[in-house]
């Protein structure tokens, strides 16, 4: 579980195909710190610790996270988000994120605004469902709070501090991103599904 508070960025020196999944070294300042078995959240993307060697870490993502996130988009030399998992005797900054990927948005406008930065997105129409005005979303991980939706696209502001200390800042239009939308939101749209589908019997 995470909050969608990026502690560091990682920098991903090496891709290794193994049939259809593929095995990612990721330097970052937090790779010693890592513990061979843990849990980390790259991009948005919980990924387990593989092994730790020399300011590095090893994690694997398999098939079926390749499809759903951006990490089949990852090249080597690109930078992601790394966040540890929550710890349960502190302060909840962001959001619950459980660092599975919903879907991937696409960047459609970067506006360089004075201070600060307005990004739009557009998505799958059939999550529409699961995203409110002024909600959270986890985006590559990082908690953000949403605005100026429509069906199919929203937009988010980033400050100074998120866009120097994320990997915010290499989004470009055309750019792929991670999408998880609130937990609370699933659960709740899960839970009218299944109250129509009954009522329609």
């Known amino acids: 579980m995470f909050t969608g508070i990026i502690e560091a960025t990682g920098k991903i020196d090496s891709i290794v195909s193994n049939g259809s999944n593929k095995t990612f070294w990721i330097s970052s300042p937090l790779s010693a710190e890592f513990k061979i078995d843990q849990s ?3 991009d948005g993307v919980c990924l387990t610790v593989e092994e730790i060697k020399e300011g590095g870490h090893r994690v694997t993502a398999i098939d079926e996270t390749l499809k759903k996130s951006n990490a089949g988009l990852w090249a080597t030399g690109g930078e ?9 005797n502190g ?9 599975h990927v919903d879907t991937t948005a696409i960047c459609t406008n970067v506006q360089t605004l004075e201070g600060s930065w307005e990004y739009r997105f557009t ?7 699961l995203i409110i005005e002024k909600g959270s979303i986890s985006l590559n991980g990082t908690s953000l709070t949403i605005f100026n939706i429509t069906e199919n696209a929203f937009s988010v502001a980033i400050i100074p501090y998120t866009y120097e200390h994320t990997s915010i800042k290499h989004i ?19 839970m009218l599904q299944l109250q129509n589908a009954t009522y329609q019997r």
Do not use: P, W
């Open 172 to 190: 470009k239009k055309g750019s792929v991103v991670n999408l998880e939308f609130d937990m609370v939101g699933k659960y709740v749209t899960r």
């Open 123 to 129: 998505f799958d129409k059939q999550f529409a469902a």
């Open 91 to 99: 302060r909840l900054d962001g959001h619950i994120v459980q660092g």
């Open 40 to 42: 980390v959240s790259h």
């Open 80 to 88: 992601v988000n790394i966040e540890r998992c929550m710890q349960m």
